[in-house]
């Protein structure tokens, strides 16, 4: 079977494209629904599940939380959600 180079290229994605992230991190849930283990660790940073909570970054603030300390992190996402609110009224 002879495949062109231009399909066989456009097949090849990164480790870190949306579409793997979203399929991998879909695989880890399944996987600790089915043995009972989520929590807390469904989400530590080198998992796909938490990878794929940075996808919505502007709607979760996960990355946000992460950067700021505890006392501000309810503050800094309320801030830029607000800012987002302020952004999206300006721009009509």
């Known amino acids: 079977m002879v495949v062109k180079k231009e399909l066989l290229f456009d097949q090849v994605t990164t480790q870190s494209s949306r579409e793997n992230v979203v399929a991998e991190a ?3 849930l ?3 629904v ?5 929590g807390k660790s469904a989400f530590e940073k080198d998992s796909f599940s938490f990878k794929a ?4 970054e502007f709607d979760n603030g996960m990355l946000l939380e992460l950067a700021v300390s505890d006392e501000y992190g309810v503050l800094a996402i309320d801030t830029s959600r607000q ?3 302020e952004e999206n009224d300006i721009k009509g």
């Not at 089915?34 to 989520?38: A, L």
């Not at 909570?53 to 919505?56: A, G, W």
């Open 83 to 85: 800012i987002e609110i």
């Open 26 to 28: 879909e695989k880890e």
């Open 53 to 56: 909570m940075t996808l919505k």
């Open 30 to 32: 399944r996987e600790l």
């Open 34 to 38: 089915k043995t009972n283990m989520m």
